[in-house]
């Protein structure tokens, strides 16, 4: 059985001339960050019973093999959201998101990270690249935000990476779980959780300026707001599908 993400239901009782009036830029970032900490995925249940030690070898690798299907994705996504800037510094900028992906070369970045990870939990990396055990909800999830980041404003998109500013506490907390509770994994499969505590501070900052300079009027935030929404909503039907799947194979 899973849990539902607290939701903000602040907006429900604001007023037509309250909506006329842009958030201050420090209560804007405050709505911001509530939402990445109180919607964020760490709370679900399956990321509780993982960080607690009670998830079995099973689950354990099914979560490693249905998250690769997202991880997969993530230089995919970043590629259109970068194709909607023109300025040329921030497309560099935005660049580097996918290289820290993808990597420079053969063997580099996190993707391949992940599939060490993978090996590590002893998992085939061929199967993990085939997809063959990636859970239908996986595939939607994923599947909606990257149409997210390809048919919405860079606004949105944009902000749809907040959930950035909540990944570094997820990290930390992940690598003393699996050093402590998942023995079995070896240490060196723990590369990618460790390289993203700097590298999701670095990105969120980024982010998080352009949201601010964007966003002038209420509705922009509050678009941005809905968009940070959206993408804690993804991957907290990712872990659904991953809890629901239980002991089977």
Not at 65 to 79: E, G, T
Not at 177 to 201: D, K, M
Not at 222 to 241: I, N, P, Q, T, Y
């Amino acid at each position: 059985m899973t849990t539902t993400p607290v939701r903000d239901t602040t907006a429900q009782h604001t007023t037509a001339q309250d909506r006329q009036n842009p958030w201050s830029r420090p209560e804007f970032e405050e709505r911001l960050r509530d939402i990445a900490a109180n919607r964020y995925h760490d709370r679900h249940v399956f990321n509780v019973r993982m960080h607690e030690g009670a998830l079995t070898p099973v689950e354990l690798r099914r979560w490693i093999a249905n998250r690769f299907h997202y991880q997969r994705h993530i230089p995919v996504k970043d590629a259109l959201i970068l194709a909607k800037f023109e300025d040329p510094a921030l497309r560099r900028m935005w660049l580097r998101r996918i290289v820290d992906h993808d990597g420079v070369r053969e063997g580099e970045g996190g993707i391949e990270r992940w599939l060490r990870l993978g090996e590590a939990a002893g998992l085939d990396r061929e199967r993990l690249w085939s997809a063959q055990d990636v859970l239908p909800g996986v595939r939607l999830a994923v599947d909606g935000y990257v149409n997210f980041c390809r048919l919405r404003s860079p606004l949105e998109a944009v902000a749809a990476s907040l959930t950035e500013l909540s990944a570094p506490g997820i990290m930390r907390t992940r690598i003393a779980a699996f050093e402590h509770h998942y023995p079995w994994i070896e240490a060196e499969g723990l590369a990618y959780f460790r390289t993203r505590v700097e590298q999701g501070s670095r990105d969120s900052a980024e982010a998080l300026a352009l949201v601010e300079r964007w966003a002038l009027t209420r509705e922009e935030q509050e678009r941005a707001v809905a968009a940070l929404a959206f993408k804690c909503e993804v991957l907290w039907s990712l872990l659904d599908a991953v809890d629901g799947a239980g002991e089977g194979p």
